[in-house]
Nanobody, 127 residues
């Protein structure tokens, strides 16, 4: 499975940006998909996840109410809509796939549960 992330760039604080991640997996609709991010000098952290079979979504507290994860199973693509961006959102954003999905809800924030990763896309939020 290959994941191709796109949509990063430079945005001013308070602005919006949408990231996309296209999957080559045939069984995409059942995959759990997630976004993680890694800021310079920091560890990779969970941002959001969506479980394919339930269409349920999960968010890190730091982005809840500002970011929205969604998926288009017909296009095998997951999106991350980011609103009210802050300078502390600056990071390389990675999409990831838990395929076949094995992680339960409480495990979705842990990177070790994901089998496939995209190459990352840089989001820079200027103040």
């Amino acid at each position: 499975v290959q994941l191709q992330a796109s949509g990063g760039g430079l945005v001013q604080a308070g602005g919006s940006m949408r990231l996309s991640c296209a999957s080559s997996g045939r069984a995409f609709r059942s995959d759990t998909m997630a976004w993680f991010r890694q800021a310079p000098g920091k560890e990779r952290e969970f941002v959001a996840a969506t479980r394919g079979s339930l269409f349920s979504t999960y968010y890190a507290d730091s982005v809840k109410g500002r970011f929205s994860i969604s998926r288009d199973n017909a296009k095998s693509t997951v999106y991350l809509q980011m609103n009210s961006l802050k300078p502390e959102d600056t990071a390389v954003y990675y999409c990831a796939s838990d395929r076949p999905p094995t992680a339960i809800a409480g495990q979705l924030r842990y990177a070790d549960n994901y089998d496939y990763w995209g190459q990352g896309t840089l989001v820079t939020v200027s103040s």
